[in-house]
């Protein structure tokens, strides 16, 4: 089935120690999607891509970095984690607007991955 | 600022028992309205989109409607395995090619048998 992959499920890192979390899609959508989600709290955008084009939010650390090399992969690098890093990473993908047409941007998840930070 | 309220934080109730989830929002121009489940440790799960007030939608036991200031979304007669967190999101970006959704914190909802 077509799906967005998220890998490792778990990670464990040491402050201050660089990690990279993977995302890869089979949907073939052109936007993908960070978000940061702690216990309880919702989903926080961290950052976008539209095709190539990176968006970061105002408010997202520099900490956070992220790469898509091609449509399939995305990758979420954190520098320096630090304690206050540790959270659940989701990865999501969509589609375009259509032009003229009802919005049909639908976000579809993956898994997530969870992060600890020691 | 867009904004995103859901109530109850969390609802506790009888397998049958009937009840709704409500998602206020605050938005200069809604695009969409989505409605996802999340289950522990998993990441959210799409279940409805609603782009106009008025708008209905159902899918089995679940059934969300819209007005232009609030989303219900309405579980009749539940089972335990509807028990997750319920998520409220709204899409307000006007004039781009994608939606950035703005997330309500959610609704834990347990059903027990």
């Known amino acids: 089935d077509a799906m967005v992959i998220q890998n490792p499920r778990y990670q464990v890192t040491q402050f201050g120690k660089p990690v990279t979390l993977s995302c890869s899609q089979t949907?073939?959508?052109?936007?993908m999607y960070w978000y940061q989600q702690k216990s309880s709290q919702a989903p926080k955008l961290l950052f976008h891509?539209?095709?190539?084009?990176?968006?970061n939010e105002a408010d997202t650390p520099d900490n956070f970095q992220s790469r898509r090399p091609n449509t399939s992969f995305c990758f979420l690098d954190i520098r320096s984690p630090g304690l206050g890093d540790a959270a659940m990473y989701l990865c999501?993908?969509?589609?375009?607007?259509?032009?003229?047409?009802?919005?049909?941007?639908?976000?579809?998840f993956g898994a997530g991955t969870r992060l600890s930070v020691l | 600022e867009d904004q995103v309220t859901q109530s109850p934080e969390a609802l506790r109730l009888q397998e049958g028992e009937s009840s709704s989830l409500n998602c206020s929002y605050t938005?200069?121009?809604?695009?969409?309205l989505f409605w996802y489940r999340q289950d522990p440790g998993k990441g959210p799960e799409f279940l409805f989109t609603l782009y106009s007030a008025g708008e209905e939608k159902e899918k089995e036991r679940l059934k969300a409607t819209l007005t232009k200031k609030e989303s219900f979304l309405h579980i009749t007669a539940p089972k335990p395995e509807d028990s997750a967190t319920y998520l409220c999101a709204v899409d307000a970006t006007g004039g781009t090619s994608y939606g950035k959704l703005t997330f309500g914190q959610g609704t834990i909802l347990t059903v027990h048998p």
């Open positions: 949907l073939n959508h052109n936007v």
């Open positions: 891509y539209y095709d190539k084009d990176f968006n």
């Open positions: 938005v200069s121009g809604l695009r969409g």
């Open positions: 999501a993908t969509s589609r375009e607007r259509v032009a003229g047409g009802q919005a049909k941007n639908i976000q579809y």
